[in-house]
């Protein structure tokens, strides 16, 4: 069964680093997601991304996040300047259809920020 | 208004015995329910999902009942086994307004004593 998968899943930075996490979601999906969960708490939606702009984000994808489609297959998050508070898991997720369509997530990479 | 609402945090049930897992809801537009599996390690997974046109709805051992005036939906597990035990996530979607991104409530952690 193809799957969404993510790199690295494990990255530790320093404060202020900027970090760049890899998804590579399903071939035929055309819509993509970022969620992250801090330890503990609950997934809670970033942004969403369709035909190579960004379709929706939430309070917390503030100026010190992107997301990019590089090439036909990659979808990227990076984070400009890490804080303490981005430590997190951060998982990627894709859709063949928009919304209310089963998210299929990758197993996520967690980020922990020192 | 956006908040999802999950009871109990955690949950320990003999083998087949039933689970059941509550979510309660305020944003009248959600119009998509979906409830997600997560096993330690791994992303979440889609269980089953239900629209508030119907009131119930089957997949296997796994039910989702929906209570539209109370604004609240439960899982129900029926026979829970040991590869049950996981963390379950109920979630909302306002689909019809737009929105791209799940809002999930904080997660039940189910254990299944054998």
């Known amino acids: 069964e193809p799957e969404v998968t993510q790199t690295p899943s494990h990255q530790v930075t320093q404060m202020g680093q900027e970090v760049i996490l890899r998804c590579v979601p399903i071939s035929n999906h055309l819509y993509f997601y970022w969620y992250r969960q801090i330890l503990g708490q609950k997934v809670e939606f970033l942004v969403s991304f369709y035909n190579n702009e960004i379709s929706e984000k939430s309070e917390i994808f503030d100026d010190q996040f992107s997301v990019e489609r590089p090439d036909g297959s990659n979808f990227t998050l990076k984070i400009r300047s890490t804080k303490l508070e981005d430590s997190a898991m951060y998982f990627c997720a894709s859709s063949d259809k928009r919304s209310n369509s089963p998210l299929h997530f990758g197993n996520g990479t967690r980020l922990t920020v020192t | ?114």
């Open chain 2, 1 to 114: 208004q956006q908040q999802v609402k999950q009871s109990p945090q955690s949950l320990i049930v003999q083998k087949g015995g039933i689970s059941i897992i509550n979510c309660a809801y305020e944003n009248t537009a959600f119009d998509y329910f979906p409830w997600y599996q997560q096993f330690p390690g791994k992303g979440p997974a889609l269980l089953i999902a239900i629209r508030p046109d119907v009131s119930e709805k089957k997949e296997g051992r796994f039910t989702i009942s929906f209570n539209k005036s109370a604004k609240q939906f439960s899982l129900h597990i029926m026979d829970s086994q040991p590869g049950d035990s996981a963390t379950y996530f109920c979630a909302a979607l306002d689909s019809g307004g737009g929105a791209d991104g799940l809002t999930f409530g904080k997660g039940t952690h189910l254990i299944i004593q054998p």
